[in-house]
């Protein structure tokens, strides 16, 4: 369960896949570009222009949309290119938050409020990845949850819009830990039911082969 819709829809995600790879950008590059614009918005962030820093988040932002649609339309959907997005994923979500932290630890501006709820929202984000990554490992694909990174981008965004950052990063704080909480339970129940479905099928009794059979 997730609080926002996490895909386009087929017709639409066609479109925006033809009408960006007209450009010749292809997903990794679009992908950088969004990397790049984050780091651009942290930068403007850790001087205290938020709103700037928000206007920018969102454009970035996009590109997350972009180059998936632009890698199934173009058929260049690569395991690298998989990785390649998730890591820049997470080094974008910490500079956004590395910018506000430099920003708050400021002489003039410093604010212990700030730097613990900046400090929370990197911790639950890192354990909202680390989850899944980990289940991915045995098997396990958790995706849904109700803190994503399409909400806390999102959240963000509005926050540094608005002004109200300070308002935001509890919300961030909170959203990103209990969303890291409720993918540990999907994960040790997905557990559960694998161990049970495995131990059921090692104790179901074996069909009788073609030279078991009574003569």
Known sequence: MSLLPHT???SISERVGRAVARTGLTPNALTLLGLFGMG????????????????????AGAFDLFDGAVARYTGKATTWGAVFDAVSDRLADFA??????????GEARFDREAIILIVLSLSGSMLVSYTR???AEFGI?????LGTRLERVLIMAIGLLSGQV???LWLLAALSNLTALQRWVMTWLAARRLEEEEAAAAEAPL????FDREL
């Open 8 to 10: 386009l829809t087929q």
């Open 40 to 59: 651009g918005a942290a930068y403007l962030a850790s001087i205290g222009w938020f709103w700037q820093a928000g206007v920018v988040m969102l454009g």
């Open 96 to 105: 956004i938050l590395f910018g506000l932290l430099f920003w708050y630890l």
């Open 133 to 135: 990554s980990k289940a």
């Open 141 to 145: 694909q958790i995706r849904s949850g």
């Open 166 to 168: 300070i308002a935001v």
């Open 207 to 210: 069909e009788p082969g073609p």
